[in-house]
């Protein structure tokens, strides 16, 4: 994390505050991706704009497996960028999420509502 000239933290990165995704909703979502509630299709479209790591993402979400445990998989290889953008990618995908959600109206994208 660097430092500006006053002396307070700033970090190119968003947070999730910055994404505008408050701890309860954040926690709804993260319980219901471990859940197997959202189809692969909603998983996918919440992946837009990172779609070369979009199985990195997805398993993360879904197992609760961390950077380290996922970096290197025998099937899709190597993550293609470092620890802090995957997570910074973790957290766009969980922002993506929910306004995905908040968007469907009729549930179609999602087992269980």
């Known amino acids: 994390m660097s430092r500006k000239a006053s002396g307070k933290r700033y970090n ?5 505050d910055d994404l505008g995704l408050p701890p ?3 926690q709804e979502i993260q319980t219901r991706c471990r859940s197997g509630a959202f189809d692969r ?5 919440a992946c ?5 790591i979009t ?3 997805i398993l993360s979400a879904t197992k609760d497996l961390s950077f380290d445990k996922i970096e290197f998989n025998t ?5 293609s ?8 990618y973790r957290r ?4 993506n999420l929910s306004k995905e959600l908040n968007s469907n109206t009729g549930g179609a994208a999602v087992h269980g509502i």
């Open 12 to 16: 190119t990165r968003p947070s999730y």
């Open 24 to 26: 309860e909703r954040l």
């Open 41 to 45: 299709e909603t998983m996918q479209r």
């Open 48 to 52: 837009i704009g990172f779609e070369w």
């Open 55 to 57: 199985e990195f993402i």
């Open 75 to 79: 099937k899709w290889g190597r993550i």
């Open 81 to 88: 960028c470092g620890r802090s953008d995957f997570y910074s």
């Open 92 to 95: 766009q995908f969980y922002s």
